[in-house]
């Protein structure tokens, strides 16, 4: 009775019908498999004491481990957005005309977006405002 409805095909397509059944678990597999992350970043938003943001800072991010180093700016929104960063300690610090320099700490781990929020004081471009935080611990 298979036989009988299978006829009307010939072999090469009988072929190529194989091919196309047997391949639908490779092409499963393939749809399931998952992107592996192994960086983070940061970003944040640059204001001044009564909140305004600060656009056309200069933000500096340097690795402690590498010491690589990586320069941005804050958009006019007072925004920045680091690019993909390998996990570990970093620095980050900002400037801008009429505001003392401030630095702080960030620590970047895998798939995660820290956040780094700083608020800057006015005063002379040569004094330096230092935030220190703690380092977040996450039990894997």
């Known amino acids: 009775m298979i036989l009988r409805a299978l006829k009307p095909f010939s072999r090469i397509q009988l072929g ?3 091919t196309l059944i047997a391949g639908v678990p490779i092409l499963t597999c393939a749809l399931l498999a998952q992107t592996t992350i192994s960086a983070g970043s ?8 009564s909140g305004a943001v600060v656009g056309g800072a ?3 991010i ?6 690589q180093v990586i320069h941005l700016g804050t ?3 007072g925004i920045y957005a680091s690019p993909a960063l390998i996990p570990g300690n970093y620095i980050i610090d900002v400037e801008y005309t009429g505001f003392k320099k401030t630095e702080i700490s960030v620590v970047v781990q895998v798939g995660v977006t820290s956040s780094a929020n700083i608020k800057m ?16 611990l996450v039990n894997t």
């Open 16 to 18: 190529v019908a194989a």
């Open 58 to 60: 200069k933000i500096t």
């Open 62 to 67: 340097t690795s402690r481990e590498t010491g």
């Open 42 to 49: 940061i970003q944040g938003t640059v204001s001044d004491p």
């Open 75 to 77: 958009t006019s929104a």
């Open 121 to 136: 004081q006015v005063g002379q471009a040569t004094e330096l405002v230092e935030v220190r935080g703690s380092e977040v």
